[in-house]
């Protein structure tokens, strides 16, 4: 589910800010962009995300910014005293040997960033995320309301279509009944004597049998009630819709394969169409 939460505090290091966004994803997968001084909090960091979410590929970054007017990087004179000596001592020997400002500024220690206290930066990081990941939930809340109701729009929509097949069905075989019959009526057996009538009674009521879609209504019915239930959980249920619809889909080819008549042909290729667009919409719930 696509959702951003940002959020900023300030702390003695600078201003500590927190982004987080997400696309969909099958799963939980967590990128991470984090400031040098909190790379140690990672783990942390994921496991935290990975209490509150569970689906979804999500984008952590974590910025520090130092604070206006403070002081930068800082030279440690101490250090730059003992290379000056150690330059003398060297141009004494090497008269050749040039010493550049620069090259002595790179030199490990002699420019010196303020540092962070690790152990209080990460609380403050934490306490961030604690409140970004509270907006981020919200935010995902609001957009999940709106899918479930789009879902369950489409889910009216099955409902009514089995529905109606069902009222459709005693006419339907009906229709295949006297259809059949006429058709058996113009058949003789050979010597002209007339056709068992038991037997192909027999014969009409299994073929009849071969085209009873009940089951099918019913489990549909029962598929509906499921995913109504489960659309009204406070928990992830993405995976457990997934799953249902696999079984809305199984009911519908197969009540289009028993299909004997284009209103019911229609109405199980009407059913795909819903069930699809409800699958569609299921890859962006948690």
């Avoid at 001084?37 to 689906?55: G, K, Q, T, W, Y």
């Avoid at 889910?155 to 259809?179: F, H, N, S, Y």
């Avoid at 073929?207 to 029962?222: G, T």
Wanted: charged share 30%.
């Amino acid at each position: 589910m696509t959702a951003y939460a940002s959020g900023e505090r300030a702390t003695e290091w600078g201003a500590l800010s927190c982004e987080l966004r997400s696309v969909n994803h099958r799963f939980l997968e967590i990128g991470v962009r984090l400031h040098d001084d909190l790379r140690a909090l990672e783990p942390v960091l994921r496991e935290r995300i990975a209490s509150r979410l569970s689906r979804g590929k999500l984008d952590l970054v974590f910025r520090l910014r130092s604070p206006e007017g403070a002081a930068g990087l800082q030279v440690d004179p101490t250090r730059l005293r003992e290379l000056s000596d150690l330059a003398i001592d060297l141009a004494a020997r090497f008269p050749g040997l040039h010493t550049d400002l620069t090259d002595l500024l790179q030199f490990p220690g002699v420019l010196q960033a303020p540092a962070a206290d690790p152990a209080a930066l990460q609380a403050e990081a934490l306490a961030l995320l604690d409140e970004v990941l509270d907006e981020f939930v919200t935010s995902r809340e609001r957009e999940g309301a709106k899918l479930a109701a789009a879902i369950n729009e489409r889910v009216d929509g099955i409902e009514r279509i089995a529905g109606d097949v069902r009222a459709l069905m005693p006419t339907i075989r009906e229709g295949q009944r006297q259809k059949l019959a006429a058709r058996l009526a113009d058949l003789s057996t050979p010597g002209g004597a007339p056709l068992d009538q038991g037997r192909l009674e027999q014969e009409l009521v299994m073929w009849l049998q071969k085209l009873d879609v009940d089951e099918e209504l019913d489990r549909l019915d029962a598929h509906v009630g499921e995913a109504r239930r489960v659309l009204k959980l406070r928990e992830a249920v993405g995976r457990r819709l997934d799953f249902l619809l696999q079984e809305f889909n199984r009911e519908a080819n197969t009540l289009g394969s028993k299909s004997v008549d284009a209103r019911s042909s229609a109405a199980a290729v009407e059913l795909k169409v819903l069930i699809d667009q409800v699958r569609e919409q299921v890859q962006n719930i948690e």
